[in-house]
């Protein structure tokens, strides 16, 4: 997408530079005069394509990870911290003061998400409301979570008084392709149980955290937030060989996520809250309404170009309607909108890793070499930061299109006659974290996903695979997560349940009475939290 400065919209522009020169930790921003990394967008501002200087992010290195690493360990204090022992309804206070702060950087974070990795506007728009709208309902999943604690048990003599404590020390690295939105479904229930954090944004989609430093800075206590920047093997590897941290928050890929684990010199008493990859397949049935269909499959495949782990990344469809689904599929597909972030219908943006349409070329080329065709007229089309999406036909297990996840725009579809091809495909991969099913006969249904319930941990039917609402659980087997992330699981994945026991005798209920009836302790409260 060759376009010039001047047909860019006057809002959109980039008009100075966001050099990011300090950091967060120890609740300072600290000024950083050293290294530092250039940001670009693949997006051209200039008639002859050039990618586009953003601007730049502190490299720092292994004294300053253990600067983070230190701050969040005092702010901690082996539990004995301000912010662990904080009384819920002040913890509470915090985050709404920062979510407060945060919606007034709405219009820098939406326009830094289009710049840098290439989401559209609309799409960026509901990234930041959508991250709002979660952190509100994590503050009242909280408040309910502590009004259904707010009460004594009693059971063979012993009155138990039973609430959800933090972990510990929390390292979170988000994903780029939801640099915002996911970060925070990790971030937000950690530090609201509280559990201090280190947090370095990942390597695409981070400048748009920079707007947000100030209000982490005074809406938490002092080193219960640490911001870092930099290479992610030079911070987090030191970091976790320290045996300090008590939690690894990421969602990334696997390889990752092990590299990360086998540092860590205490497996035992790590916990991990992980969402990794995911082949999520579709398997369309002979008596699936094929408009339905096509459209969720377009959207399940395309959206976001594809970069998405809840992406559709390979379409299993009966061989009985194969040609019709083909015919009808990759004409829609030729039907998408390429354009810049802010075109006004633009389906299909630029790819922000400068490697991926390379990479993409490789797949479409492997598949070819081994026997499937690109079936619709667009497929592959290039540029300088983008490629055409390619439908693949027919495409078959010893193709690199089967089994790698391709996290982008290139479109496997399989026939099969007998659905157990679709089952023991699914049954043997290494990847376990949704599936979409579209079919209308429940005869047929109703056996399927006994099974497929059992293969993967979320069946949509007759619709696309997606995390939300994200009031419901999203997680994955084998390789895909580990832990279950949603309003209410994710507080529970950042902690721990932990109770005061005592036994029902004159001179114990006597201190529990009096500790009750004084609020000295900021654990043993039955107030209810409105």
Not at 250 to 265: D, E, F, M, R
Not at 412 to 422: H, K, M, T
Request: proline share 6%.
């Amino acid at each position: 997408m060759n376009r010039s400065f001047k047909d860019i919209p006057e809002p959109y522009k980039i008009k100075s530079l966001h050099h990011q020169k300090t950091y967060l930790v120890s609740g300072e921003l600290k000024q950083w005069d050293g290294d530092s990394i250039d940001v670009y967008s693949t997006i051209s501002s200039t008639e002859a394509y050039r990618p586009t200087l953003l601007g730049s992010i502190p490299q720092l290195g292994e004294t300053e990870a253990m600067e983070a690493l230190n701050s969040a360990c005092l702010a901690y204090d082996k539990g004995k911290g301000l912010w662990p022992t904080m009384k819920v309804v002040d913890r509470i206070a915090c985050m709404e003061k920062f979510v407060e702060q945060m919606k007034t950087k709405r219009e820098e974070v939406v326009k830094l998400l289009m710049w840098e990795i290439g989401k559209n506007l609309p799409d960026s728009e509901k990234e930041f409301d959508r991250t709002v709208d979660y952190i509100y309902d994590t503050i009242e999943a909280y408040k309910q979570l502590d009004r259904d604690s707010a009460k004594f048990e009693k059971h063979q003599g012993v009155h138990a008084h039973i609430r959800r404590g933090p972990l510990g020390v929390v390292l979170c690295l988000g994903p780029y392709n939801y640099p915002l939105n996911e970060t925070f479904t990790l971030l937000i229930p950690a530090l609201i149980m509280g559990n201090p954090v280190i947090f370095k944004p990942a390597k695409l989609g981070v400048l748009l955290i920079s707007p947000l430093l100030e209000a982490f800075q005074n809406s938490f206590p002092k080193g219960v937030v640490n911001v870092i920047y930099g290479r992610g093997r030079v911070l987090a590897t030191p970091i976790m060989q320290s045996g300090k941290v008590d939690v690894l928050a990421l969602i990334g890929n696997s390889k990752s996520a092990n590299a990360l684990q086998n540092n860590h010199p205490k497996k035992n008493r790590l916990r991990l809250v992980l969402g990794l990859e995911a082949k999520n397949p579709a398997i369309v049935l002979p008596d699936a309404d094929l408009d339905l269909t096509i459209d969720e499959c377009i959207a399940g495949t395309l959206s976001f170009n594809g970069q998405r782990c809840t992406a559709l990344k390979v379409l299993y469809v009966h061989e009985s309607i194969v040609e019709e689904f083909n015919k009808r599929f990759a004409e829609k597909v030729d039907g998408l909108k390429f354009g810049n972030p802010w075109d006004k219908g633009a389906k299909l943006t630029p790819l922000p890793e400068v490697e991926k349409p390379g990479y993409i070329q490789e797949l479409i080329e492997d598949a070819k070499l081994k026997g499937a065709n690109i079936i619709n007229e667009k497929g592959g089309e290039t540029s300088e930061n983008f490629i055409y999406p390619a439908v693949l036909f027919p495409v078959n297990k010893s193709m690199r299109v089967f089994q790698e996840e391709q996290f982008g725009p290139v479109i496997p579809v399989v026939s099969f006659n007998e659905i157990d091809e679709p089952l023991d495909d699914m049954a043997a991969s290494n990847y376990g974290q949704q599936v979409s099913l579209f079919g209308k006969d429940v005869k047929t249904l109703s056996p399927l996903i006994d099974i497929l319930v059992n293969l993967v941990c979320r069946v949509n039917l007759n619709s696309s695979c997606q995390r939300g609402p994200d009031v419901y659980p999203f997680t994955g087997r084998k390789d895909s997560a580990f832990s279950t992330l949603s309003v209410v699981d994710a507080l529970r994945s950042f902690s721990i349940r932990t109770f005061v026991a005592s036994k029902d005798n004159d001179y114990n209920n006597a201190i529990l009475k009096e500790l009750l009836e004084k609020k000295t302790s900021n654990f043993i409260s039955t107030d209810y939290i409105l």
